[in-house]
């Protein structure tokens, strides 16, 4: 597998295991609906654990702009390449994100409000508040970007052996930071699926909140370069 294409099937694979287990606490009629915050962040940590060990050995499992461009500030990875990692990882969170939409549409037709539908495919503060929401993405990216730069078993990126220690790490920023904005820690976890929310006929849907869209995106890549800049200066 290229690793252009890795790149894009398991960003894909993630946000279908992650916005996955989101869509099956919050929508109605689900077999884990109400199951809570501790469900969605083990969730989110098994859906990094089966990403990672699949596509590790291909890209180097970044599935994540701010991990690219993370490696790139720190060295390890060619700024030539960023593009179009980037690119496959946006376009496979937009997968996933629709492959969400199939598994459970008829729960979505279930669910009244607009609100928690849009949940379902991008992230939203908890109390609004642009510094506080913008400083909790930077801070749960920093530490995420901050780990994985402390475990890359190569010059390009995680090994396989990676899988389970950085989904740990997702699972723990999730139970102890994921209580404000959702810890999108991704544009292509965030901007990708906001935009499948914004095209795909999902009746009774809300605007996709454009006016927090630039928070999951800035702030997580200014926390990743951060930890980047961090690791190098030791």
């Known amino acids: 597998m290229s690793p252009w294409?890795?790149?894009f099937v398991g960003t894909a694979l993630l946000i279908l295991l992650g916005n996955g287990v989101v869509a099956n606490v919050i929508l109605q009629k689900t077999k884990g609906h109400g199951s809570g915050l501790v469900v969605?962040?083990?969730g989110w940590g098994m859906a990094v654990f089966v990403a990672v060990l699949c596509t590790a050995a291909a890209s180097g499992a970044h599935l994540n702009p701010s991990v690219t461009v993370a490696l790139a500030v720190a060295g390890k990875f060619p700024?030539?390449?960023v593009p179009g990692y980037v690119a496959m990882q946006m376009l496979g969170g937009m997968m996933g994100a629709f492959?969400?939409?199939?598994?459970?549409?008829k729960h979505f037709e279930a669910t009244p409000d607009g609100d928690t539908?849009?949940?379902v495919f991008c992230t939203g503060p908890a109390?609004?508040?642009t510094f506080g929401s913008f400083t909790s993405e930077v801070i749960a990216t920093f530490v995420l970007v901050f780990a994985v730069l402390n475990m890359v078993a190569s010059d390009t990126g995680l090994g396989a052996i990676s899988a389970l220690p950085v989904g740990l790490v997702v699972l723990g920023i999730g139970v102890s930071l994921?209580?404000?904005?959702g810890y999108a820690m991704s544009a292509a976890r965030d901007l990708g699926p906001r935009i499948m929310h914004a095209l795909l006929p999902i009746s009774g849907k809300r605007d996709s909140d454009w006016r927090y869209a630039w928070v999951p995106v800035v702030g997580p890549l200014l926390g990743a370069v951060l930890a980047a800049l961090m690791v190098r200066a030791y």
Not at 99 to 105: G, I, S
Not at 178 to 181: F, I, L, R
């Open 178 to 181: 994921g209580g404000t904005t």
């Open 79 to 81: 700024w030539a390449e």
């Open 40 to 42: 969605i962040a083990l």
């Open 117 to 119: 539908k849009l949940a």
């Open 5 to 7: 294409l890795a790149e």
């Open 99 to 105: 492959l969400v939409w199939v598994v459970y549409q």
């Open 127 to 129: 109390i609004r508040g």
